[in-house]
């Protein structure tokens, strides 16, 4: 018995060496399988993460994106709005006194009806889309600029999605593009108010008939310096003015946060319309007396000033006789800031609209 049963167990032995030699292999190569697969599952995430851990290069194709987007928006909402425009910097121009008088009257221009109906009755509709192809020329090249530079600062910064977003950050990025944005532009703008701000009736008056026209001019009677007119307070506009993209992205992340707890919808005309309202009202309000400031130092009537009227050549000088001729709430603070708000809300929420339209289109 003992033999057949150590038979039997050689046997047995025989026939798993042989007979079940191809079932043995399949369930070994099966189980090998398994193996590997269980060795290597648990390191995909592990290399993911590590990918993630990794700073992410720049994306230039988004940057690009974003900055192409800016600039046809920037062109479409500078066309829409530039006669308010015109009629925006002729009323901050003024200053109470007849040597800033339009059209050889005796009373500055009370408002946006009177000041259109003047200068349609005495210069006719083109004096209000004077300047108005430099105008659209300059906001691409501006906003191409800003909108390049700010992108490309924010994503030198956040490098991956798990970077959560700051306010400072991106206010930051706003001031240094915005900063570096009206060095290079600040010509282009000078030239541009000079030909809002020419009247056809006035006399000894050079009328830019172009750019390059007005360029020429400025450096025959004023010199190089004389294009960066106005760059002062321009670089301070930067501080507030700066902080209307950042804080429109700020209030438009929120409302998304907020919405990606029950859907993925994308903004509504609405929700851009109330983001921009709020973020551009309040850069608007308090740009607005640095504004006043840079027009009447950029005026073309500062060379040679009318009736012995002391010029507008710096920011002090400006405080100085604003205040002394109109007083501060009147002459600066006040000083075209109805129809500034006219114009530049609706501009703003245009380009803001043209401009996600745009990026989504890509």
């Known amino acids: 018995m003992w033999r057949l049963t150590t038979g039997l167990v050689l046997s047995s032995d ?24 269980k060795n290597t599952t648990p390191t995909a995430p592990a290399q993911a993460e590590t990918k993630t851990e990794q700073p992410a290069k ?17 062109a479409g909402s500078t066309i829409m709005f530039y006669p308010l425009d015109s009629i925006k910097f002729r009323i901050m121009s003024q200053d109470g006194t007849k040597a800033r008088v339009y059209h050889k009257g005796t009373n500055d221009f009370t408002g946006i009806i009177s000041a259109m109906r003047g200068t349609y009755a005495n210069e006719g509709v083109r004096a209000l889309y004077r300047g108005v192809c430099l105008s659209i020329g300059g906001a691409v090249y501006s906003w191409g600029v800003y909108m390049f530079l700010y992108k490309y600062l924010m994503s030198l910064y956040y490098t991956d999605d798990t970077v959560a977003r700051s306010v400072k950050v991106d206010y930051c990025a706003s001031v240094t593009a915005s900063l570096t944005c009206a060095s290079v532009s600040n010509p282009i703008w000078l030239i541009k108010t000079r030909m809002q701000l020419q009247d056809r009736s006035a006399v000894g008056v050079t009328y830019y008939r172009h750019f390059f026209h007005g360029v020429r001019d ?12 106005g760059l002062g307070p321009q670089m301070m506009l930067c501080v507030p003015n ?5 804080l ?15 859907d993925d919808r994308q903004l509504t005309l609405s929700e851009i319309l109330f983001c921009t309202l709020i973020a551009k009202s309040a850069a608007a309000v308090v740009s607005n007396p640095l504004l006043v400031i840079k027009t009447k130092i950029q005026d073309h009537r500062n060379v040679q000033p009318n009736g012995g009227q002391t010029p507008y050549t710096s920011v002090r000088s400006v405080f100085r006789t604003a205040i002394a001729r109109e007083g501060l709430w009147k002459g600066l603070i006040l000083r075209g800031l109805t129809t500034s708000l006219v114009q530049t809300i609706p501009r703003s929420t245009a380009h803001i609209l043209l401009y996600e339209l745009f990026l989504r289109s890509f």
């Open 218 to 229: 400025v450096l025959r009677n004023e010199g190089v310096r004389a294009l960066w007119k």
């Open 14 to 37: 025989h026939h798993q060496n042989t007979t079940f030699s191809p079932i043995s292999t399949s369930v070994s190569k099966y189980i090998s399988h398994m193996d590997q697969t």
């Open 248 to 262: 429109y992205e700020a209030i438009k992340h929120s409302i998304l946060r907020e919405r990606a707890k029950t």
């Open 242 to 246: 700066a902080a209307y993209l950042p």
């Open 58 to 74: 720049p994306s230039t194709s988004t940057t690009s994106k974003h900055t192409i987007s800016a600039q046809l928006a920037a």
